[in-house]
């Protein structure tokens, strides 16, 4: 009996009418957590009732406060007939749960119905008592934080990273139970709504308790997903990093860094917290060695060709001497090869030495060797447990007892998918996975799983014990798993590691190094020596699915690099379909592997960042969607250009066609290089050291692959080995290639776009920020050809990019950062494309060029203002009594309407009672409504994160049917999404939060019946509630007198 | 081949003001689209004709849904779906409630009912404004009436708390409630050359001069009806015409004054108690609803008309109506000389306003 849950019901402001009679409501409200309900009184003929309830209290066992949402039912009294629901709300208890987060949930919600929307708001209070604060870790997983944010949060640091963690959890979907073909629309959904809420709840706790055995106390870097499986079930599973994280408690941070603005610096070392976004990227004279161009390296690809009929076909063998430290050892000496061989042994006893986080405490990611990645085709399977009879009536909580053993299967699938990259990861001589995702895609009874990530090698610092502080700590916990692993050669090299790789990493271009044996490459590659260090060897081109290093040097400018595919397949069933399917898939992987390079050598560029891959699989095609930012890491070489090599020669127009595009072709890199100002130092040609290596290594070996598993099939995705990076159009694909190289547009003046957290070479960011989600559906003709639909899903996701562009036009200029895109196939024809990014404005002057738009500074600058008032308005409803007043914020009062409102009130002349007679808002209380920004990034530009409240994790459904009436299905999902964000920005200020970082939609799944009119839409969307104050008004609460602050405060929020 | 469905939601709503002028005035989505691309915006920004089309229906999606809750401002700001800088829910609501001063000439005065309502595709066709926005600047007029009908206090005070309207488009539609509430008649031909300012201004001195409310604040009632009482006393002012004496005297006062200030002496002189009639007249009347109606009517008919044949000036008229107003109180008969300034006071600037071509 570990808790007490207190819930108090204040009010409620516009309620639908639900007596037509009389235009009003009488409106109550039950309250419910586990099985156990409250009701308050009935609050007769008002849309805003003001209940003012009791507290309702809750006795509970904190392992039921993990797993179940409040539920909060407001419902119209009727004496005659049932009692109306107006709608619900959901209220996640988990923030309360933990001493760092949030203490109270206070602020008014909207009551949310799945078939009409959100119908008013509702004023609550949330407040925890957890007794025993000794006992608290024990039974459930109480305390761990859970952060979405794939680095370490801002305001703690890491002492340790303890690696992999995983879960799911599988349960029947109540849309396919027989029950749903008695039950209303709005029964059904809520019961789906509900169950996942609960599955939620029950896999973070499932989670927690694995950080707990590790030793650990926070899972950073959390993903979790739905696998809406239809009648074999419904599969929620999650995957993130387990860390021991400590909160620096240097805040205010004004007094530790008066006015600094790049905080970072002087943290950097060894303690890894504050990265401020734009840390200034060093990049020192790289001496480079000569000029030369090499041909493709090719990041590890494979392709598991699986259904479910084969699953005994797996066999591993791990390697265990592949790439281990000896490889290596001759470039970098004893001491590198020792310290690899350490932490290799460290991260060999983990069954998965993988980490989702994308961004790394500085010395963390020593080496990084490419994209690994894995996926493996499934049916799923129709058999529903015998437990499940039809005559069983329905329990929400019962999933317990009737899955036991469906987890196990789709565990084995992910299992075999991890192994698989892991195998990979040893193959680029790697111990480690960084950026790791999984993700799925379903049509019908086929299910393709995938897992991607970055094959690294790690420093062994956050591994074993860190700082001298936490070795105390960790010896007092018994249960360690990996400090276990490293404690046998703690005694020599506990210190000395991390001046061991000091000196073997240079900053800037250490990560480019190449993990692996430069003999055994397991693809062909041209290595050089680094440009900027000269001493070790670095590849050509480099894939990740990391973020960009922040200590990376980096020249000129990134952009968003995309490869788009469609592949037409035929209609089949079952196991054929499999078949068919995994047949296809290494072909569009390897075709979106040639457009990618050969986008990326068009734009100049010889790295991509934030890789992800993503197929999608419809009925009768397979869409292959690639995005990543590309940049010119001034470690690697210069990247050759393209040359055409046309197959039938003595033609002489063909010649000059050829030519043509030869031309065209080189023109492009040319105005791209100058348009992200990629300038690299110029080529001096000097020979020092060893030469580059020498036509010997063409005819080096190749491994053996065998260490993958049988069906494993890898691909040679090189393209020849000549010095320009040649393309043969011999056919009509590579004329179909090139088309698709020049068609697409440049980002027009003044943007820039990335799919990653940061640009690299833009660093003044202004407050100014603008979320978004962009959504399109396109239906296509049937009997298209490959090069048809591959030109329409080209265009599609070129015109979706041209209409942001042109939609966020006044905040130029500008950078759309964290561009995430997820396409779908909803049906036969249907190509859904989703777009969630962020549209951040920076001041151009230290930007240089872009000299012609000097006019279009003031409508940048009015955006930063409005910002500016915003916040200011929250400032003083989230904190009432407390500072941060600018002297520009105090004149800006007069420009907000209630504040206005207010002011006149008491100014005008009139007396009272005049006034009072007012039939104004008295139900408003004047209180306006407390500005959350929203934003995929782990930062708020020009903002300082000062507190994370909790995991925002919300799943909702909303379906109609009567489509044309709310506006067709534009209209539809439109107010939804509207609604989505206005309910994730409710709860995050009912938590006392004002942004939520990391936000991302990982699911938006749209089924419409324009002849029944009806439509149907899930989304999910996650993200972490934070606190954050403005870097400004820091350094003004030092200076500032708190006074005059009262004022305006009008209570109404957080109250 | 086509989008099925295009949406783009920004957790910063994002209103194009063009977008939403055009919206205001009706224009459908297709020609909306025209005038952005005759406007330009498309070279400037590097767009095309399909990006424009796109962006104008999101937008116009958006402005639909803010629309109910346009209809009431206060919501505006209290609400949790569209995240709206107050300086912009500012800009849509002022946007909003707008109107043009071509519309309203044909609608002030009118009942604000269904009938009128139904008349609004003559207008439309008259004005040239599309129905669609004649509809919503109808709407807003009828909803801003119902909302202040029942409302006790400062007519525009009371506007402009409700409807979170600036000062001036507060007093526009105090004008625009009080002509309709006392159906004042605007529409005859002999006012057509009055603007809707003009009639704004007048609204403005009697709301300030001759309701109930401007008297005593204190009092129950409101600021859309004139005050009963004051019109009743107003039948007391006939004197000045019935009486022969007193009218003799009045007038040569006036003349007395004005000899030799004046171009227009003789014609003053001659047309004195016509004139004098005229305005008296007026006053005695009002006190029947019917005549409100007529008031500016016969403020242009009986007093207006014969001084502009005469062709005097402004200043000729400003000279005149002064020692008008004065001389009346040196008589020693007259009595009434509270009633009088109250309603000189207004018939003077009134007139003074309405006396131009």
Known sequence: MPGKLKAKIVAGRHLPVMDRASDLTDAFVEVKFGNTTFKTDVYPKSLNPQWNSEWFKFEVDDEDLQDEPLQITVLDHDTYSANDAIGKVYIDIDPLLCSEAATVISGWLPIYDTIHGIRGEINVLVKVDLFNDLNRFRQSSCGVKFFCTTSIPRCYRAIMVHGFVEELVVNEDPEYQWIDRIRTPRASNEARQRLIFLMSGELQRKIGLKVLEMGGNAVVGYLQCFDLEGESGLVVRAIGTACTLEKISTFPATATHPSNSSPSKDMKEPVFGEEAPGVPLSSGPPTPLRAQTFSSFSPSKSYSRQSSSSDTELSLTPKTGMGSGGSAGKDAGPLKALLKQQTQSALEQREYPFFTLTVFPPGFLLHVGGVVSARSVKLLDRIHNPALGNTRSYKLLDWNSFTADEPETRDAWWEEIRQEIKSHAKSLGCHAVVGYSESTSICEEVCILSASGTAAILSSRFMQDGPLDTELRLSQQPLCVFSTGSERVEGDMGSSASLGFEEVVSPGCGFCHIPYDELNIPFPAQLTYCYCCRRYKVPDVLFTTIDLPTEASVTGKGCLIQARLCRTKKKAQGEVNATAISNLLPFLEYELHTQLMNKLKLRGMNALFGLRIQISVGETMLLGLASATGVYLTALPSPGGIQIVGKTPSDITYEQHISNMQKKINDTITKNKELYEINPPEVVEEIIGSPIPEPRQRSRLFRSHSESSDDVSEIDLSHGKKDAFVLEIDDTDAVEDIHALLTDSPTPAGFYSCNTEIMPGIQNWTSAIQMFTSVRVFRLNANLTNQGLNKIFSDLCENLLKSLYFKLRSMVPCCLCHLNFTVAIPEDELIQVAVTAVALSFDKEQTLENGKQSGEKTPIKAITENDEQLQFNLELNAETSSSSISPKGLSEVGSHPSARASSMEKASPLPEGRSRSLRSNRSYSGSSVAVVKMTPLSFIPGAKIIKYLGIINMFFIRETSSLREEGGVSGFLHTFIAEVFAMVRAHVAALGGNAVVSYSMKECVFMENPNKNQAQCLINVSGDAVIFVRESELELTSVQPQSATTQTSNGGEGT | ?357
């Open chain 2, 1 to 357: 081949m086509s989008v099925e469905l295009d949406v783009f939601v920004g957790n910063t709503t994002i209103m194009d003001k063009e977008v939403y002028q055009l919206w205001l005035n009706g224009y459908t989505v297709n020609d909306a689209v025209k005038v952005r691309i005759e406007g330009g915006v498309m070279e400037e920004c590097e767009a095309s004709a399909e990006v424009l089309l796109s962006d104008t229906m999101d937008q116009y999606r958006t402005f639909q849904m803010c629309e109910r809750l346009l209809h009431h401002p206060a919501k505006l700001a209290n609400q949790l779906l569209f995240q709206i800088p107050p300086d912009r829910q500012a800009m849509l609501i002022e946007r909003y409630y707008a109107f043009d001063d071509l519309f309203v000439r044909e609608v002030l005065g009118k009942k604000l009912s269904k009938g009128t309502k139904k008349d609004l595709d003559d207008v439309s066709t008259k004005t040239g404004i599309t129905l669609k926005s004649c509809r919503r600047q109808f709407d807003n007029f009828k909803r801003v009436f119902k909302v202040v009908e029942e409302l006790k206090g400062p007519l525009v005070e009371n506007i402009r708390q409700h409807f979170l309207l600036p000062d001036q488009l507060a007093r526009d539609y105090a004008a625009i409630v009080f002509f309709a509430n006392n159906r004042f008649e605007t529409g005859k031909k002999k006012l057509q050359y009055l603007t809707f300012q003009d009639f704004a201004f007048c609204a403005g001195q009697l709301i300030n001069n001759w309701t109930l409310g401007a008297v005593d604040n204190m009092m129950e009632d409101m600021d859309v009806d004139l005050d009963k009482e004051f019109l009743q006393d107003l039948k007391d002012l006939k004197i000045l015409i019935t009486d022969k004496d007193l009218l003799d005297q009045h007038k040569s006062l006036v003349c007395t004054a004005l000899r030799g200030k004046t171009n227009v002496y003789n014609e003053m002189e001659a047309n004195f108690k016509n004139l004098s009639r005229g305005l008296v007249n007026i006053a005695a009347k009002l006190i029947n609803a019917k005549d409100v109606r007529d008031f500016f009517i016969d403020l242009v008919e009986k007093f207006i008309e014969p001084c502009r044949s005469d062709k005097w000036t402004s200043i000729d008229m400003n000279l005149y109506l002064t020692h008008y107003t004065n001389s009346a109180h040196i008589l020693d008969t007259f009595k009434h000389h509270a009633v009088w300034t109250r309603y000189m006071g207004v018939i003077k600037s009134c007139i003074l306003r309405l006396y131009h071509d």
